[in-house]
Structures are given as C-alpha cells and as structure tokens.
C-alpha cells in the first residue's frame, strides 16, 4: 500500500494550514542564495495544492508572507514579491482549470502596487470557481488581524451600533479576515521549526500540529498525505475526556 492509499477518506481535514519554513536554509546548502530556495519553493505549493485537490481538502492556506518579513534584506524582499507576482500570473490558467478560487488575507492594501493587482485580480478571475479555495497569507499577521477586528467592533460600540454584551466568540470570528472559512483542523510548518509566528493565533485554538524536518523546497505531495495520516490518528478531544469522544462515537 503506498502511503496515499492509507488515508481514510472519509476524515479529511477540511482545512490546512501550511507555514512554509526552510527554503533559505535549503538555498544554502547548495550552495546558492534565498532566492533560489523561494523559486523552488514554489513547486512545493503546487504539489501540496495538487495532493489537497487530490485528496478532497477544501480549504488550504499559506503563509507566503508575513508583515515580520519586510525586515529582511531589500534584495529578498523584492526578489519574493516579484516571484509573488510571476507565480500569482503564470498559475492563473492553470488554477481555472482545476477550478482553484484564490483567497487574500493580510494587509493586501500595503503591498507592491504590482504585486496588489495581480492578487486582485486573481481573486476576481477565480471567484467563480467552485473546488479548493486557496488561501495566501501575504503581508499578514495574526496580531495585524486582531487588532483590526478588535478595533472595528470597538468602532461600532462606541457608534451605537452595538451592545458590547453581544461581544462573543463568534462575532470577533466574523470580523476576522477569514471570517469565511472554517478553522484549519491541521496545521503543518516544514524545516523543524516549532512555533507560530503569529500566524492564524485565533483560528488554530484547536488545531493539530504536524511538524516536520523537511525543508519547504522538498516538501511534496507525498510529504502531505504523511501529515494527513498522523492528523488521522490524533484524538481531537476539543476540552473533552477520551471515553466522551468514544462514547459520542
Ligand atoms: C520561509 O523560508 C519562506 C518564505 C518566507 C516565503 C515563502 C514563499 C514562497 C515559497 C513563494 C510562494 C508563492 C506563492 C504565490 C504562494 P525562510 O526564507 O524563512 O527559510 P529559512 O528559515 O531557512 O531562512
């Protein structure tokens, strides 16, 4: 049995979320710069798209650029959003064939005015589309997006517009930029790195964690079906007691 045929279909994770780590670090052992390891990078997206397709995920988000990145060399920081925009227009006709529907979460607004029309216009050429609803992350960061969600329903209390009694989970989840998408059960971060770096904070309460030592430019789509078999067997209690969940079930 290869290692796809030993995923459950029956309980795929509806969404993932994915922090791709380790391409510098992949860029440097052979000997090359960031950049190289970022261009290879993004043949890792596809194959990961490609498994979530193949798989039936219908949610898939990726953390392609966080608002910690624009500190890193000039030099990097261009070289990313110029691949940004290659990828974003060269995948177009592809991504309308296999029905793929791009998403933008982040300060959109803040990037390169090139780099901001071609997701732009990548979300409107997609939004009909109906499979994998594909996700980037680009110039975002979870404390970015709490605090605006946190100032706008501060806005409309002091508006009127709302009683601060009606102040709940659900309402500052509405107001957050992936108001439309359910919470990822799975989170996955290549190159052995274990933390979040203030990606999705609110939205992975309960997600899985799958860490990994490969680096992001070797990850691949049999490197997704091996995170998808341990998200499979995880016992998600959610606060419970085991014999709660075995009982339900
Ligand atoms: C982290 O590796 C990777 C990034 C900050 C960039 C990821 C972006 C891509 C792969 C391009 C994808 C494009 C689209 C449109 C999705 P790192 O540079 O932090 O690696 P290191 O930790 O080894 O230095």
């Known amino acids: 049995m290869n290692t796809e045929q030993q ?19 992949w860029a440097k052992k ?3 710069d960031r950049l190289f390891g970022h261009s290879f990078g993004v043949d890792a997206v596809r194959q990961t798209v490609n498994a979530c397709q193949k798989l039936g995920v219908r949610y898939l988000t ?5 608002t910690e990145n624009w500190g ?11 691949l940004m925009v290659r990828t974003i227009v060269g995948e177009i006709p592809d991504l309308m064939k296999r029905k793929v529907r791009i998403h933008g979460i982040g300060d959109l607004e803040g990037l390169p005015e090139d780099c901001k029309a071609e997701m732009y216009n990548a979300i409107e050429v997609t939004k009909n589309n109906t499979g994998l609803h594909l996700i980037l992350a680009l110039n975002y960061s979870a404390k970015w997006e709490i605090t605006k969600a946190v ?4 806005e409309k209390t002091k508006a009127g517009d709302l009683d601060p009694i009606a102040v709940n989970e659900e309402l500052i989840s509405a107001n957050l930029s992936t108001a439309a ?10 190159s052995g790195e274990m933390r979040l770096s203030n990606f ?50």
């Not at 995923?7 to 670090?25: F, K, Q, S, W, Y």
């Not at 999705?200 to 997704?224: G, R």
């Open 7 to 25: 995923i459950d279909l029956t309980r795929i994770p509806e969404h993932i979320a994915v922090i791709m780590d380790g391409n510098g670090r």
């Open 200 to 249: 999705l904070l609110w939205q992975c309460a309960y997600s899985e964690f799958y860490f990994t030592e490969v680096l992001w430019p070797d990850f691949n789509e049999e490197e997704l079906y091996k995170a998808v078999i341990d998200f499979q067997f995880r016992e998600r209690r959610f606060g419970k007691t085991s014999e709660q969940i075995i009982n339900v079930e």
């Open 181 to 190: 998408f359910p919470d990822p059960e799975l989170l996955i971060r290549t």
């Open 151 to 154: 100032k706008k329903i501060a």
């Open 62 to 66: 990726m953390y392609a650029f966080s």
């Open 72 to 82: 890193r060399p000039k030099a990097e920081v261009d070289g990313l959003m110029e």
């Open 30 to 32: 052979q000997g090359q």
